[in-house]
């Protein structure tokens, strides 16, 4: 059978009367319904069977939302936090058409924050969402959701591209992780190497992680996620997760002979420059059949993206390969 997910940045998704991080900073109610009825069309478009969600506020409004959607399970594993009207924190939610048959919080790897000598509170920015969803056909499937922590205005980013290996990207950021200018992306390494080993745990289970990750393609936080020899340079394990991207090739009928590879859309934008920060990871037991990118809202409304979302919805199709389907039957 085929399934169909995507991850979703909704944006600062916070009903009125309340506000996010300052008491001015909230929707009037006509803007509401304008963001919503938007948010309502882009789900309808992406036509999914589960979806991944960030920056979750109004907890119930978004489940509300779904479920006129034909979204009938719907979960969260935290709370955002509220002074008053204005919510303090974020959280992430999942929505599915199938059942939702066990929900879990995914736990910090002490470990992972220790050796990369974090200082502070052994934390998530916001906690993922570990899912277990019962297809039709009786397969379980895992799917993550996380949002990983953002970057700071004044904090360097490192540019790396397939060309870089990890000793070299490793190389690259270690002074910068030795000192305070780079503590965003400790926390990033710390969160994507919890998720590493607790992904790490479910075995031969196929597992889909939906997630707005806060860093580049190519970045050092993705090996910390994927990446076996990241956290064990001796391994010979293959990747634990693949990037879905990297695993469909769009048909082209009669292709010009001197095309160009089609360039990976962004799914941000920072100052014009446009980053790929929203990804599908996947375990090997699928095929990727479709890929798809919903940017046309980030060129069509400029900097003016807070009744729409500053983010691209990525959407990916998926057939389990038929020999994986065959084990993850219970």
Request: aromatic share 12%.
């Amino acid at each position: 059978m085929k399934i169909k997910l995507a991850t979703f940045n909704l944006f600062q998704f916070v009903e009125p009367p309340y506000a996010w991080y300052t008491k001015k900073e909230k929707f009037t109610q006509e803007q509401w319904i304008e963001k919503t009825t938007w948010i309502k069309n882009q789900i309808l478009k992406m036509d999914c069977d589960i979806i991944g969600f960030q920056e979750v506020f109004s907890r119930d409004a978004l489940e509300s939302l779904v479920k006129e959607l034909g979204f009938n399970y719907f979960e969260t594993v935290d709370t955002a936090k509220r002074h008053k009207n204005t919510y303090l924190s974020t959280t992430v939610a999942i929505a599915s058409k199938y059942p939702i048959s066990k929900i879990q919080r995914v736990k910090v790897n002490i470990p992972s924050f220790k050796k990369h000598n974090f200082i502070g509170h052994y934390t998530f920015a916001r906690v993922p969402i570990k899912a277990t969803i019962t297809l039709p056909d009786k397969t379980e499937l895992l799917v993550y959701v996380s949002h990983l922590k953002s970057n700071r205005l004044n904090e360097f980013e490192y540019l790396f591209n397939k060309e870089h290996n990890l000793d070299y990207k490793k190389e690259a950021v270690s002074k910068a992780l030795e000192g305070t200018s780079a503590t965003s992306l400790q926390q990033r390494l710390c969160e994507a190497s919890s998720l590493f080993f607790n992904i790490k745990r479910a075995k031969n289970r196929p597992v889909v992680l939906l997630c707005d990750f806060n860093d580049k393609e190519f970045s050092l936080t993705i090996d910390a996620l994927s990446n076996h020899k990241y956290h064990d340079k001796n391994s010979e394990e293959d990747f634990l997760l693949y990037d879905a991207s990297y695993h469909y090739k769009e048909i082209v009928n009669n292709p010009h002979p001197e095309a160009k590879e089609p360039k990976r859309k962004a799914t941000s934008y920072f100052l014009g420059r446009g980053n790929v920060l929203d990804y599908i990871f996947i375990s090997n037991h699928f095929e990727v059949s479709n890929y798809t990118v919903l940017d046309e809202h980030l060129h069509q409304h400029g900097t003016d993206l807070l009744l729409t979302s500053d983010h691209a919805q990525v959407i990916c199709e998926l057939k389990f390969k038929k020999d994986a389907q065959n084990q993850t039957t219970f």
